[in-house]
């Protein structure tokens, strides 16, 4: 039996959500929340095994009774939010804070819940099911704010007049003479002034340095391409595998990440601020660059074209395969041609998308990575590839990127 708390500021949706689960067998709905804080209280009352979680709510909102959930007592979390440009950032900020998966409220409000009952229900099995390791959520979010509190700390011993301009411990930093001070200002203004000169020689300064790329070949056949596939719990674990590669990376990477038309876009926006590497929403005739990472849009197949090269992004919106568009195995299965120039990498998700494409990859001298059972949040899709034996390696997810780099540089 799968207990379910429903939060939600709508009494319809309340009534609508507990009204499917308690008619259907394996569901049993143990309390609804109106806002933020009664969801934090009844978390901590019932434990359940599924949270249905609005992003929008009074009192306290989704996000903020998500952190507390999973910083206290946490459990396995499905969002519901807003097709928008905000609902899309926050429904990614929900999936880096630990929630599972989301479902889209359809036009605002989910008014026809008729119409996707099978969907809810789906994906609420699924994520009673998943993995939430208390430990690293911890981590990942106190890591967020213990920066932070550092930030404030030395701003507010600057402010009385200490000098932290390096790395010290809080027993060595001591006060500024007034010759210090001086000293201090005058430098602080000189490199004010070359700031200001650099940006008038060059206003088009860009965020990221152009990175120097190394050449090389596989088999004097061309250069490698990272192919990699996810599903639930790919956010996080993208988050996990893509800042961590070099701007330098010398090839590209495509990425199929199992989500819907309007949050591919605010992922890898999210990503590419917290890497090295530049990261996109992959447009259909772009070439793919060294040290760049392409995500497929939601709602198209993105497949590569191209010899060894050259090659491009094509998009397509052929029927969904397997419910899935993007579908990870239309990706792969493109990429074959390819031979042993490719190295593709299966992450987090339910079912079985990836397995068959990385089959023929492996026949055809590509290299296989799969995630390993320990880290996945759902061990189905690098589950199927690894029973498959086609695996060459099986990382936990903080080992991928290392694995990555060591492949394409060789």
């Known amino acids: 039996m799968i207990r379910v708390v429903v939060a939600d500021d709508s009494a319809f949706m309340r009534k609508v959500l507990s009204d499917l689960f308690e008619n259907t067998p394996g569901f049993q709905v143990v309390g609804t929340a109106r806002d933020g804080r009664e969801a934090v209280k009844l978390v901590a009352k019932e434990r359940p095994d599924l949270l249905t979680l609005d992003i929008n709510m009074p009192v306290m909102d989704g996000l903020s009774a998500l952190e507390v959930i999973m910083k206290d ?49 789906e994906k609420c099995r699924s994520v009673a099911g998943a993995k939430i390791n208390k430990s690293k959520i911890n ?3 106190f890591a967020k704010k213990q920066e932070a509190g550092n930030l404030r700390r030395i701003n507010i011993f600057e402010k009385k007049g200490y000098n932290v301009a390096q790395p010290q411990t ?6 500024q003479s007034a010759q210090e001070k001086l000293a201090a200002s005058v430098q602080q203004h000189k490199q004010g002034l070359t700031g200001m000169m650099a940006k008038r020689e060059n206003p088009l300064l860009k965020k990221k340095a152009a990175p120097v790329y190394s050449s090389y070949s596989s088999s004097g056949s061309g250069t490698k391409l990272v192919a990699l596939g996810t599903s639930t ?9 893509i800042p961590k590669l070099p701007g330098n990376m010398p090839c590209g990477m495509v990425v199929v990440q199992h989500m ?27 070439p793919i660059l060294p040290g760049h990472v392409y995500v497929a849009p939601g709602g198209y197949h993105l497949t590569v074209t191209g010899n060894a090269s050259k090659r491009e992004i094509s998009l397509n919106q052929d029927p969904p395969l397997a419910s899935h568009r993007p579908a990870v195995d239309v990706m792969f299965d493109s990429v074959v041609k390819y031979g042993g120039d490719i190295v593709s990498v299966i992450l987090t ?14 026949r055809a001298g590509g290299y296989v990575i799969a995630e390993s059972d320990e880290t996945c949040v759902v061990y189905g899709m690098p589950k199927s590839v690894v029973e498959a034996g086609i695996a060459d390696e099986i990382l936990p997810v903080g080992q991928v990127a290392d694995a990555i780099m060591k492949r394409v540089r060789n």
């Open 233 to 241: 719990g790919g956010p996080r674990a993208l988050q996990q595998v």
């Open 139 to 141: 981590k990942n979010i």
């Open 170 to 175: 809080a027993a060595s930093i001591k006060p």
């Open 260 to 286: 819907p038309a309007g949050f591919t876009k605010s992922l890898a926006e999210r990503l590419n601020g917290m890497s090295q590497v530049t990261v996109k929403e992959a447009e259909d005739g772009e």
């Open 349 to 362: 998700g339910m079912g079985c998308d990836g397995a068959a494409g990385m089959k023929k990859i492996k």
């Open 73 to 121: 007592c946490p459990v396995p979390v499905l969002m519901f939010s807003s097709l928008t440009k905000k609902g899309a950032d926050e429904t990614i900020r929900a999936l880096e804070l630990g929630a599972v998966d989301f479902l889209c409220k359809t036009g605002g409000s989910i008014s026809k819940i008729d119409a996707i009952e099978s969907e809810i229900i």
